[in-house]
């Protein structure tokens, strides 16, 4: 919050386009549902809604996937204390496909986990949390970076959790501040905060951006 426009902002903008597409999709969906809803059987409409739910989720995929290395890039050197510009969480373009392959095996090895018993999935996400800083940082591939984010949080599972629980706190203290907290900064702290943990863990000490 020292640095609002250099730092929280950016990391805002970001997140807003990575969630706007979905988000318009489901908007447009919602008025024309209400508008067709008399003309169409209510099947057609469960069916219909399966079509735009896949491809809201599709879309958003992509589009956070795109978006995910460039703010995972820009976090790192924030905790890193080096220079960072408002274009750097744009920068994402060059980690598409990894972030992309790594994003579907993260959602595949959760449900997989949670299908088991609820616990196995946390353990699962919290072992393969690191996997976007792992592919900008080492340049591993999407389904290595799943692989070496599981290898380095071993023994630290039970910190990652305890900080998922602050974050818990962090995202409150955001929405009582009108809602608009949690995305300039509940989200920037808790982004920076899994930037800290992914270094700490690699064993590089993080300084703070001045």
Known sequence: MKNFVGV??????????????????GLVYG???????????????????????????????????YMAGGIASFVLKVARGQPVSFG??????????????????FFIAVAIGAVLCIVPGYIVALGLSLYSYVVVDQGLSGVDALKKSWEMTKGHKV?????????????????????????????????????????????EEPRLAQ
């Open 88 to 105: 750097d969480v744009f920068s994402g373009g060059k980690y598409f496909g990894k972030m992309f392959v790594a994003g579907i095996g």
């Open 8 to 25: 929280s902002l950016p990391i805002a903008v970001a997140l807003i386009i990575a969630q706007l597409p979905g988000m318009a999709i």
């Open 159 to 203: 910190t990652l959790f305890l900080m998922a629980l602050l974050s818990i706190l962090v995202v409150i203290a955001g929405a009582i501040a009108c809602g608009i907290g949690v995305l300039l900064g509940s989200m920037p702290v808790l982004l920076l905060a899994n930037a800290y943990a992914y270094l700490r863990i690699k064993g």
């Open 31 to 65: 008025l024309m549902t209400r508008v067709i809803a008399e003309y169409v059987d209510p099947s057609v409409l469960g069916i219909l809604g399966g079509v735009v739910q896949g491809s809201s989720s599709l879309i958003g995929l992509l589009v956070g996937s």
